[in-house]
């Protein structure tokens, strides 16, 4: 077992003043989100999703960032998984984006919604055939005996739709995650980090706070 304890880092990198921030933390989202792009980072899009069940215990996975703008933050998923039942029992959820190599987190917190079915519609027609049909394969986060199962399904479905479009499956689809708070993080020597939260105030304004590290 290797020795865990030991195992530690300065985050050197950057920092993080008030002066840096924008005034609107989804301006400030976009300006690190692009970084992490221009930097090179695999999959800067990725991100943490972490929902509560009716009866109080969180879950988390990994979700694509699709699209993001001045209401909200966009994933696709299967609409009778684990999260989207978690999702209609408490649509309150939390994000988290961690970009190593900027030493950098940005924790959001918030409520969800389903998008559009056209909003929906658009997304899935961009997306390759294979992508579309394992769509309608999988039920996702159910239990299955064997992965032979979805290569039938997947073979059975390719047969079907060739030559033809494949349809939007009913439960399949975009969610919205609208922020209430955002933090930016920013590691710093001696565990002495950068944090500020954004907090939504009425009239869409937002109160920006340091927070101890
Ligand atoms: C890098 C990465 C990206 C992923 N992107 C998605 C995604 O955009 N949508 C999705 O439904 N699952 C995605 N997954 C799979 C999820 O993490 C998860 O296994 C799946 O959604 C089922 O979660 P649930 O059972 O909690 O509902 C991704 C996994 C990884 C590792």
Known sequence: MPDLSQMRQEFTTSDLTKKDLEADPFFQFEKWFRQAEEGNISMPNSMSLATVSESGQPSLRTVLLKYFDQEGFVFYTNYESRKAQEINQNPKVALLFFWKE??????????ITKVSATE??????????????????????????????????FEELKRKFQNKEVPLPSFWGGYQVVPDSFEFWQGRVHRLHDRFVYSKEKNRLWKIERLAP
């Open 120 to 153: 929906s519609m658009k997304y899935f027609l961009s997306r390759p055939k294979g992508s579309q049909i394992g769509a309608w394969v999988s039920n996702q986060s159910d239990v299955i005996s064997s992965r032979q199962i979805l290569l039938s399904k």
């Open 102 to 111: 900027f030493e950098r987190q940005i924790k959001i917190t918030g409520s």
